[in-house]
C-alpha cells in the first residue's frame, strides 16, 4: 500500500448526512423504537463502519512500517 492510499484511507468518514443518520438510528435503538426496516439499516452502516475501521488499522500499520 502507497502512503498516499494510506492516508486516503485513513481520511474516510461518513458524509455528515450519514452520520446524522446513524445517531438517529442509535437513539431509537436505545429507545427500543427501532423497525425492522430500521434495524437493517443501522446493521448496514455497523458493518461498513468495520469495514472501514478494518482499513483504517492495516493503513496505520502500514504507515508505521514505512516510517
Known amino acids: 500500500m502507497t502512503r498516499p492510499l494510506a ?3 485513513l481520511a474516510l468518514d461518513f ?3 450519514d452520520a446524522a443518520r446513524i445517531h438517529e438510528l442509535n437513539c431509537k435503538a ?5 423497525t425492522a426496516e430500521e434495524d437493517a ?3 448496514v452502516y455497523v ?4 469495514l472501514l ?3 483504517q488499522s492495516k493503513a496505520r500499520q502500514n504507515l508505521q ?3
Open 47 to 50: 458493518n461498513i463502519g468495520d
Open 7 to 9: 492516508e486516503s484511507i
Open 30 to 34: 436505545n429507545e427500543g423504537t427501532l
Open 53 to 55: 475501521a478494518y482499513w
Open 15 to 17: 458524509p455528515e448526512t
Open 65 to 67: 512500517q514505512s516510517a
Open 41 to 43: 439499516e443501522l446493521e
